[in-house]
């Protein structure tokens, strides 16, 4: 048997088992804690909830309205310009969908997945590339909304900015470690 995987298998029931003995040792009043925890957290999600909406809806409208593709399509000659592979064109629905919504990213990856094979370099890269990057708008308009954050103008270029390398690493990765 091995240790680690039954570590692995044990760790999260035990810390979910040994917080509330360790506070109710303590003297903390574990039940009014979680009950006042879980209302905090009903209360942040109500008030995220219009930035939430507002976000998806708008993410929506770019997809439904072929903005996506149309922006897509322009990209395509830089890449060319830059030597990449033809099939890299690809990844870019990808590379614009993950800085907007993680949910619709995912989906993209999973089409592009599906499409080109899990180990391809199109699957592969898909798959680096959601791990390397963020949802940077959805950041900034849920959870800086939902604080009252109103100037983000520098989080969202070094979010976008770190977005960008994210997609360069994931190209690189890619490259070097697989072909």
């Known amino acids: 048997m091995n240790i680690i995987a039954e570590i692995s298998r044990w760790a999260i029931p035990l810390l979910l088992l040994l917080v509330p003995i360790v506070a109710?040792?303590?003297?903390?009043?574990?039940?009014?804690?979680?009950?006042?925890?879980?209302?905090?957290?009903?209360?942040?999600?109500?008030?995220?909830?219009?930035?939430?909406?507002?976000?998806?809806?708008?993410?929506?409208?770019?997809?439904?309205?072929g903005a996506l593709s149309i922006l897509?399509?322009?990209?395509?000659?830089?890449?060319?310009?830059?030597?990449?592979?033809?099939?890299?064109?690809?990844?870019?629905?990808?590379?614009?969908?993950?800085?907007?919504?993680?949910?619709?990213?995912?989906?993209?990856?999973?089409?592009?997945?599906?499409?080109y094979g899990p180990d391809s370099y199109i699957g592969r890269l898909a798959s680096t590339l959601q791990g390397s990057t963020d949802t940077t708008f959805f950041v900034l308009t849920v959870y800086f909304g939902s604080v009252g954050i109103k100037k983000y103008r520098y989080a969202l270029k070094l979010g976008l900015l770190a977005d960008l390398i994210g997609l360069i690493v994931s190209v690189w990765i890619v490259t070097k470690v697989f072909y």
């Open 24 to 65: 109710y040792i303590r003297g903390v009043p574990v039940y009014e804690s979680f009950v006042e925890g879980a209302e905090e957290g009903f209360k942040t999600g109500v008030r995220i909830l219009p930035f939430l909406i507002g976000m998806l809806v708008a993410i929506r409208v770019f997809v439904d309205s």
């Open 72 to 115: 897509s399509q322009w990209l395509r000659p830089l890449i060319n310009i830059l030597g990449l592979d033809p099939d890299f064109a690809a990844i870019i629905p990808l590379a614009i969908m993950r800085p907007l919504s993680g949910s619709g990213a995912l989906g993209v990856a999973t089409q592009l997945i599906n499409e």
